[in-house]
């Protein structure tokens, strides 16, 4: 080899070897390659050889761009290569082993950390002359073996405690080499990511998931131009706004993978990031993403995974290909329209194995061309959408399946038998639907291991197949007949919910052959005999048998249940006492017995179930006190022991958060401890003796005492707690009225012996209830009060005071009353005439009371009005005179009481039979006539509280005889015009109204014959015509429970004949 050659060889060899360098490692392709350039110049071959090794070296970066390896080639160049060192032990460097101490000293551990993750970063010596250890020995740590730095730092999962924020000053920062950096998983107290992150530039993976950092993302982030993997996923309170995506997509060229989500980014999605060529793995779910998703994302060349889900304000493009996508996550994203089926027809999904488009507004039928397609789909997801129509039998297309999920969706007909196509099924869901027909027999029976079919209306019985079920969900359809012994072919069943069906006859013995089983749901249907004694035999964690037929005592062999944490026998017909054996079920969590037969006392071994935290006794025959022993229950949050026959004081160790002991016989006093119970939130002690003075503090923000016999003052320190809902109606208290705080809800202090004046202050409150019936308050009502029927006030009952003066005026368009109850006080004047602006007014009562006034016809526009009464006062005038043809409104209008006034003419039925409702009969019970209002935050208080439902009630009188109706049906039409001036005949028109089941028109100058055509109104049950001047028969074609009512009532007209 000549000079020229040599020089040139030895050129190149040392520029590779500077590149190299510059890069801090060598290939392992680097060694064999350069090895072998070695031994050909040892061997002397022919220059023009010598160069394909160096030719290859280059090759092989440039194609595969391989990470280099950790070894030290020693290359004498002087000796034209004649030397080749051996590889070098290289410990770490002391400077990057001081900076991991230091990051290690950081962080404060807790026992839920991981200790073994920093067990080996030890910084002690065992002497004077020990060497400290080797840092790149360290669990997590990854050094480069060619010169000892950290290249990688793995401190993941380790549940690290990092109390004070992560600073730039922050000795990590200072491992400058690092090229791998893992804290997922840790908790660094939401603080920002340190500006310093910049420094790290050799970084090509980061992540920082799960690891509770906050704040925006710095921009020194953009720096990382290396980086190939970003992960700072599930930190829910870091925002990418400054730097934003778009700069992420401009500056970080190399990202193959980028996980971002619930990263708040709040902005448009940017075209930019269709630079990121590299892009194999896109996550960005829960990020307030905007505007129009970009279609150019689908034709990356490497994108394989797409996530954008939970972007509610993303709006959906025209998909038009799948490019390599494999996985692609658009789940509730608010999406509309049809399924896209053109990413089907154009074929062009042949690669995707997962497609995710749940949660979104896609409605329509699917197409059985969806499916043709999609033969490499794994998972399917669309549940919880409109989609509509039957389940296409090309589903069965679909032969790589493992995951279909169509629930929470409007299907309808049958399941598709085409679905046994589908060997490799694993879950199948297709709750909450309107499937009809029998479940098929015909399911793939290999890998099937969770099946749904709730909330449909499926009939027949319980499939016989497949058997390697774990979970079999059937409730809320309409099975029926026994439960079959199929079911013990499931013999690896771990949940089995049958719960909400028709199904009869006795709970089968063959149930407790299925060894797994931890859940049985059978509740809400049909069940009967006895609880099976060999149910002991069992390894059921959840037990449902409530709201079934089933009697007998409560079987002993349920305390053979040691695995049992919920046990739900409520509303069934079981007898005896609570038996003491329920006691040993330590692990019990949810105890209901609710709803039963059982009497004796309380046993003391419930205070045994120490994991306890629901108990439900309510609406039994229970009697005597309440065992002390349930203070021990420390965990309990709710115990409704209500509507049973308990005796004796409240316990003073109670420690709850909801606490129902209504409706029993307790005496004595409320025990001030109550006040102690930080925790307290609903308090229902109503209808019972209690006696005494309200204590001071109860922090319950529903607090219910009523109908006790409770007096003195109302604690001014209990209206300034925490209350929402203030219950004290029906005790002897007395003195006046304290202004409770502003933020309460619900106010109810009828029936007591409060005086004075009610204070303006009370206008300052956002009360929706206020109730201050049957009290002794006098002077005028607030005017202000119609600022709180503008800001919420929905029910405002003020019947049986001292009240004068004349009733407020409401303001236009802002009058949210749905109930109004004045009556039985000495207001004076006319209606206001504002009271149209209370659109939502439903029961409307000013009787006994000294308004001079017409009847208020204007009130006709009031399209929810049901009841109105105007009994005892001025009214005068003739009723509802229309013109021929003119609306007579009231449309909801069925109670109406004009007794006792100065009203003249003639009848108004020639205009009240237009009333629709009035018309209607067999309209058949409902509920009771009432408004239903929410407080409080939105726990479900129905079990616990009832003042949710205000009940209307009304008094009608009928022969000097007060028909009191403390609740009201909605389908009861009652019409009395007693006791006013009405004349002339009763008009043969009063057969249109058919729904009347009251009507009194005594006391009145009506004269002519009686119409025959009363007898039409079928559902009449009073009647009352007396004290008129009328003549005639009546004939009557009444039956059944009907004609018992309305014989006595045609009685009190002795001068009438009856046929």
Not at 670 to 684: A, E, F, K, R, V
């Amino acid at each position: 080899m000549d000079v020229t050659q040599q020089k040139t060889v030895k050129i190149l060899f040392f520029c590779w070897i500077f590149l190299s360098q510059l890069r801090e490692e060598l290939s392992r392709s680097d060694r064999v390659i350069l090895a072998c350039f070695i031994m050909m110049v040892r061997a002397r071959v022919p220059p023009t050889l010598l160069l394909l090794p160096l030719l290859l070296l280059v090759l092989v970066h440039s194609l595969f761009d391989l990470d280099p390896l950790v070894v030290i080639i020693d290359v004498d160049a002087s000796s034209s290569f004649s030397s080749f060192s051996q590889p070098q032990v290289v410990r770490c460097h002391e400077d990057e082993r001081s900076a991991l101490l230091g990051f290690k000293r950081d962080f404060s551990f807790t026992s839920k950390s991981n200790h073994s993750c920093l067990g080996s970063w030890d910084d002690d010596d065992d002497g004077p002359s020990a060497s400290p250890t080797d840092c790149c020995s360290w669990d997590g740590i990854e050094c480069d073996v060619q010169n000892g730095h950290v290249i990688g730092l793995d401190l993941s999962n380790c549940l690290l405690e990092h109390p004070n924020p992560l600073s730039s000053s922050s000795s990590l920062f200072r491992l400058t080499y690092l090229q791998k950096l893992n804290l997922a998983r840790n908790n660094f107290s939401y603080s920002p990511i340190p500006p310093a992150i910049g420094s790290l530039v050799r970084l090509k993976v980061l992540d920082l998931s799960w690891s509770s950092f906050g704040g925006q993302v710095p921009q020194e982030i953009t720096r990382l131009s290396y980086l190939s993997t970003l992960y700072l996923f599930y930190n829910h309170r870091l925002e990418l706004k400054k730097p934003d995506l778009e700069d992420l997509a401009l500056s970080l060229t190399k990202l193959e993978e980028l996980h971002l989500d619930e990263v708040d980014i709040s902005a448009p999605f940017p075209d930019r990031i269709s630079n990121l060529s590299s892009l194999r793995s896109l996550k960005l779910a829960d990020c307030n993403l905007q505007g129009r998703f970009p279609t150019s994302l689908l034709k990356l060349p490497s994108l394989q995974v797409l996530d954008v889900g939970g972007n509610r304000n993303l709006s959906s493009s025209s998909l038009e290909t799948c490019g390599s996508l494999r996985e692609l996550y658009m789940s509730n994203c608010n999406f509309s329209g049809r399924i896209p089926v053109s990413l089907i027809l154009r074929s062009n999904c042949t690669k995707l194995s997962v497609l995710d488009l749940s949660g979104n507004m896609l409605h329509g039928q699917i197409t059985p061309y969806f499916f043709e397609n999609l033969s490499t789909l794994t998972r399917l997801e669309l549940h919880d959408n409109q989609l509509s129509g039957e389940i296409p039998s090309s589903i069965g297309n679909l032969s790589q399946l493992r995951i279909l999920d169509l629930s929470h969706n409007q299907l309808a007909g049958s399941i598709p038998s085409s679905i046994i196509n589908i060997s490799l099924l694993r879950d199948l869901d297709l709750n909450d639907n309107q499937l009809t027909g029998s479940i098929p027999g015909f399911f793939p029976s290999g890998l099937l291991q969770y099946l749904g079919l709730s909330n449909n209306q499926l009939t027949g019985t319980i499939p016989t197949s497949p058997m390697g079920l774990s979970h079999l969900w059937l409730s809320y359809n309409e099975l029926s007949g026994p439960i079959s012994s199929s079911i013990c072919n499931f013999t690896r069943l771990e949940e089995l919910d049958l719960e909400f069906n028709q199904l009869t006859g006795p709970i089968p013995s063959f149930l407790l052959n299925l060894a797994g089983l931890e859940m049985l749901y059978l509740g809400s249907n049909q069940l009967t005999g006895p609880i099976p004694s060999t149910l002991g035999n069992s390894t059921v964690q959840i037990l449902g048998l409530d709201s079934n037929e089933l009697a007998g005592p409560i079987s002993s062999s349920l305390g053979n249940l040691s695995q049992l944490v919920v046990l739900d026998l409520g509303s069934n017909q079981l007898i005896g006492s609570i038996p003491s054996f329920l006691g040993n079920l330590v692990r019990l969590v949810t105890l209901n017995l609710h709803s039963n037969q059982l009497t004796g006392p309380m046993s003391p071994s419930l205070g045994s179930l120490r994991d306890l935290k629901q108990l439900y006794l309510s609406f039994n025959q229970l009697s005597g006190p309440i065992p002390s022993s349930l203070g021990n229950l420390n965990g309990l949050s709710i115990l409704d022991l209500s509507s049973n026959q308990l005796t004796g004081p409240i316990p003073s160790n109670l420690t709850v958060m909801f606490l129902d002991l209504s409706s029993n016989q307790l005496t004595g006093s409320i025990p001030s401890y109550l006040g102690n119970i930080t925790q307290l939130y609903s308090l229902d002690l109503s209808h019972n003796q209690l006696t005494g003075i309200i204590p001071d503090q109860i922090p319950a923000s529903l607090l219910n005492l009523s109908n006790n016999r409770l007096a003195g003052h109302i604690p001014n320190s209990l209206v300034i707690g925490v209350f929402e809902v203030l219950d004290l109606r029906s005790n002897e208290l007395h003195g006046s009225l304290p202004v409770p705080p502003t933020f309460m809800e619900a106010y109810y202090i009828s029936n007591n012996r409060l005086t004075g004046a009610i204070s303006p202050l009370i206008c300052n409150m956002s009360l929706i209830v206020l109730d201050l019936a049957e009290n002794n308050f006098s002077g005028s009502i607030p005017g202000c009060l119609s600022n709180m029927s503008s800001s919420g006030l929905q029910i405002l009952n003020l019947r049986g005071n001292k009240f004068s003066g004349g009733l407020f005026d409401f303001h236009e368009g802002k009058c949210e009353l749905t109930m109004m109850d004045v009556s039985r006080n000495q207001l004076q004047g006319r209606l206001p005439r504002t009271l149209v602006y209370c659109t939502s007014l439903e029961y409307l009562n000013v009787e006994s009371n000294l308004i001079d006034d017409k009847f208020p016809s204007w009130l006709s526009s009031l399209s929810n009005l049901s009841v109105l009464i105007l009994r005892s006062n001025g009214f005068h005038g003739e009723v509802l005179r229309l013109n021929k043809g003119e609306d007579c409104g009231f449309p909801q209008l069925h109670i109406i009481d004009l007794s006792q006034n100065n009203f003249s003419g003639p009848l108004p039925f020639g205009n009240l039979n237009c009333w629709k409702i009035v018309r209607v009969s067999n309209r058949g019970h409902t509920d009771y006539l009432g408004h239903t209002y929410q407080v409080g935050n939105g726990f479900d208080r129905e079990n616990f509280f009832s003042m949710a439902i205000y009940d209307y009630s009304m008094t009608i009188i009928n022969k000097g005889t007060n028909l009191v109706y403390p609740k009201i049906f909605p389908d009861f039409i009652a019409m009395n015009l007693s006791s006013n001036n009405f004349s002339g005949e009763i008009p043969s028109s009063v057969r249109f109204l058919q729904g009347l089941h009251l009507l009194n028109l005594s006391h009145n100058v009506l004269t002519g014959h009686i119409p025959r055509t009363l007898s039409n109104i079928t559902q009449l049950e009073v009647l009352d015509l007396s004290y008129n001047n009328l003549s005639g028969t009546i004939r009557y074609r009444f039956s059944g429970l009907l004609q018992r009512f309305i014989q006595p009532a045609l009685r009190i007209n002795p001068s009438r004949k009856a046929i």
